[in-house]
């Protein structure tokens, strides 16, 4: 970059973030210093990684600091480090866009809804927003940075009305100082440059972060006797004096190696924040110290607040890693399965070979220990939760765990136990599968399913029509990953999952007597020769009861919600044929089999046949292959009966 300014737009969902920020926000004004001093401690993070590869590059600067410098008069304040710092292009990369994916839709929908005043501190710390929570307190902010190993620095400023500048300039040393020109206070609103507001921001929320946070604060001093100024009888003028002296504003008592009863809940609570830049309380968390042969502490979270990018595949995971207190790596994949990626915290592990890279961490023995574990002890928090908080958790997470029935076989009945649906009969509420067994009717055999993306559609599914008959319950599974959960647990306390949709259901009853199928033989040979390249089979159904027809599958035949999602993911789906079920009870049916007995050669036999096809289509919330012919022929049958 040349040394010249340069002003430079914001994409457009980081103004808008920054709108909703500098005019929605109006409590909690003060998290902006724990967003700071926490990228902060991050930079430091990363420097300190990176001295493990490159021992040389502190140079002199080997003590860690972040430093706060508040000025009253001029009203700023400025949070310093000397941590790893930004080139100029890692600024434009880093400040100025929103890494996460998923943002500009959610704003954008939020802009169109006018629902901006619905947006909560709360909702708004979900994008991580970091950085720009200056702008709450700030009309302006100024960033300049030098990345170690860098001769330049960069200079980054911005009002927060549209754009920012980039200038090159120089710092004598590395790290990062952000500068805030802070706002007038309202009435009765803190003042961020007086000294004891800035004191407890930081007791309450950065107490613990693992380097000092400095301050020059003034003090009194005794002034010694040499020094004294006497009065004219003899008496010291005063017998101290204010001196300004750096103090270390927290106590850096890493939180998860303290004793679980000395820690306070607000204090697990800031900790979660600070370490998951999310602003929202956590739902619930684990702290343990395993002693032993191997020794390690974890400290682990549940966030209450499912993440916009949750399914996105270049997400960060949410462990750090730490060795004896010192920060070793963060975004810890080793240490958690995918399915568990929801979870954040820390763990310590006093054993770890410091020299181990990240390619090998998977196989070291000890990782691999903990990672096991850690995924226990995690599917143990969640099964002994009540039942209230287990909701809340599985209104926002149900999805990804549920993706541990595919990839982790050794914990499939553990999680099995985790996953809950919505049935037929549970009125909105979710069912375990326990509690589906125990309500099973005595004649009862498999515990049935149906899927598909739509919760009411699935409800009055034609499908479920003798199920229903028979007082059976039936899980709706309305998640894309249940398809993927029906092909691995296939089984659960010795009970078959069947599928509602597919194959003949054996509900003893209601089998279509052979009598009574082979009349409808011919004709079924008959509507399915005009069907011939749609469908595989016409045969009697014993699903229906008021429904005319619908599509099944053969039982191993992949669902019509597994085709639809392959079609939308853009993958290829075989395409596989269905069977046309007929309800041969139904009167309209036999209607038609009079027809066809009277006069095979009848016109109207070919449309009905279309008709029946076109039925089942739409019975199950599918498109048929020619709307107008539908309706004119359902106008025609209605002028008929009319
Ligand atoms: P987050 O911290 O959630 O990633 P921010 O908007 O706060 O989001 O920061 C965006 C990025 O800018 C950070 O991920 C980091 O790469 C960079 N950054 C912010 N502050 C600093 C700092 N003090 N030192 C070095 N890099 C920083």
Not at 260 to 267: G, I, P
């Amino acid at each position: 970059m040349d040394s010249k300014k340069e002003t430079h737009q914001f994409k457009t969902e980081v103004q808008q973030l920054l709108n909703l920020i500098i005019n929605s926000l109006y409590s909690n004004k003060d998290i902006f210093l724990r967003e700071l001093i926490s990228n902060s401690s991050d930079a430091i993070d990363k420097l300190r990684f990176q001295t493990q590869t490159e021992p040389d590059i502190l140079g002199d600067d080997t003590e860690f600091r972040i430093k706060i410098v508040a000025d009253k008069e001029k009203r700023t304040i400025e949070v310093s480090d000397n941590g790893i710092g930004m080139t100029s292009d890692e600024v434009l990369e880093n400040i100025g866009t929103i890494a996460k994916s998923g943002t500009a839709a959610f704003l954008e929908a939020m802009e169109a809804s006018k629902k901006q005043d619905l947006l909560t501190p709360e909702l708004i710390g979900q994008f991580g927003v970091g950085f720009y929570s200056s702008f709450i307190v700030a009309e302006k902010v100024t960033l300049i940075t030098r990345a170690a190993g860098s001769e330049t620095a960069t200079r980054w400023e911005s009002s927060g009305d549209g754009s920012f500048t980039i200038e090159e300039t120089a710092k004598d040393s590395r790290g990062t100082t952000v500068i805030l020109n802070l706002k007038k206070p309202e009435k009765d609103e803190q003042d961020f440059t007086e000294e004891w507001t800035i004191r407890g921001i930081i007791k309450k929320h950065s107490d613990f972060v693992s380097y000092p946070i400095l301050m020059d604060v003034e003090k009194d001093e005794p002034i010694p006797e040499k020094e004294q100024i006497l009065d004219k009888d003899n008496k010291p003028v005063a017998t101290t004096r204010k001196v300004r002296k750096e103090e270390t504003l927290n106590s850096m008592k890493a939180i998860w190696a303290r004793d679980k009863k000395e820690v306070s809940d607000d204090e697990y609570k800031e900790f979660y924040k600070h370490i998951s830049h999310d602003w929202n309380d956590p739902l619930t968390h684990i702290h343990l110290k395993l002693e032993g042969t191997t020794e390690y502490s974890m400290l682990l979270y549940i966030p209450s607040k499912a993440p916009f990018d949750m399914f996105h595949q270049e997400r960060k995971h949410g462990i750090q890693l730490y060795c004896k207190r010192v920060f070793i790596m963060e975004d810890c994949k080793e240490l958690l399965p995918e399915y568990l990626r929801f979870v954040k915290g820390v763990v310590d592990a006093p054993d770890l070979n410091l020299n181990v890279s990240r390619e090998i961490l998977q196989q070291d023995r000890l990782v691999r220990n903990i990672h096991k574990n850690v995924v226990k002890k995690i599917l143990d928090l969640l099964a002994g939760m009540e039942k209230d908080e287990y909701e809340k958790f599985y209104n926002e997470f149900g999805p990804v765990i549920k993706e541990g029935t595919h990839t982790d076989w050794e914990n499939k009945d553990k999680i099995a136990e985790l996953i809950r649906y919505k049935t037929t009969k549970s009125d909105g509420d979710l069912v375990s599968l326990a509690t589906y067994i125990e309500n099973m009717k005595p004649d009862q055999k498999e515990i049935y399913y149906i899927t598909g993306d739509n919760l009411s559609s699935l409800i009055d599914s034609p499908h479920l029509e003798q199920l229903k008959e028979k007082d059976y319950e039936v899980l709706l599974m309305t998640d894309p990953v249940d398809e993927w959960v029906t092909m691995s647990l296939t089984e659960y306390k010795e009970k078959k999952l069947k599928s509602a949709e597919k194959g003949d259901l054996d509900l003893e009853l209601d089998k279509v007597d052979d009598k009574k199928k082979d009349e409808y033989t011919a004709l079924f040979e008959y509507v399915k020769s005009f069907l011939e390249d749609k469908v595989k089979e016409v045969r009697p159904s014993s699903k229906l009861k008021d429904s005319v027809c619908c599509l099944s599958g053969d039982a191993n035949d992949m669902s019509a919600y597994m085709e639809k999602l392959l079609k939308s993911s853009g993958q290829e789906a075989p395409g596989v044929k269905r069977v046309l079920e007929v309800n041969v009870d139904h009167p309209a049916i036999a209607g038609i089999k009079d027809l066809f007995e009277k006069d095979k050669d009848n016109e109207r036999l070919k449309d009905y046949s279309n008709l029946l096809l076109d039925m089942a289509i739409i019975g199950e919330g599918g498109k048929v292959e020619n709307p107008s012919r539908f309706s004119k022929m359902v106008g025609d049958l209605m002028s008929n009966a009319l």
